[in-house]
């Protein structure tokens, strides 16, 4: 059967089997919306590392951007309630007029 799962790394992570893995990756922590996205995300990274040592090619951009990727995922914590408190601080110090109130944060 033709298919583009080598053709380009969305291909991949679509293709049935892959996709399945990721959906995996989303149920195993239940209703923590956060850590299941971060699951997701981790998934995705190493699904795309593991076609990258078969047949699906990346560009240099590419191969750059999934270490990026791999290495801002990992840093991030498991704790929601942190990574809110952290983003929020940051997001407050380069948007002055940022409200958090506003948005019922």
């Given at each position: ?31 923590d919306i956060y850590l ?55 997001y407050k110090q380069e ?11």
């Open positions: 059967m033709a298919s583009d799962i080598n053709r380009d790394p969305q291909g991949y992570v679509l293709a049935y089997p892959h996709a399945y893995r990721v959906g995996q990756a989303i149920a195993k922590d239940g209703n299941r996205a971060k699951n997701a995300a981790m998934e995705c990274i190493k699904l795309v590392e593991e076609g990258a040592k078969g047949k699906l090619a990346l560009s240099r951009f590419e191969t750059t951007a999934l270490a990026n990727a791999r290495t801002a995922f990992e840093g991030l914590t498991d704790d929601k309630d942190k990574f809110m408190s952290d983003c929020l601080d940051k948007v002055k007029v940022f409200k958090p109130e506003n948005y019922g944060l």
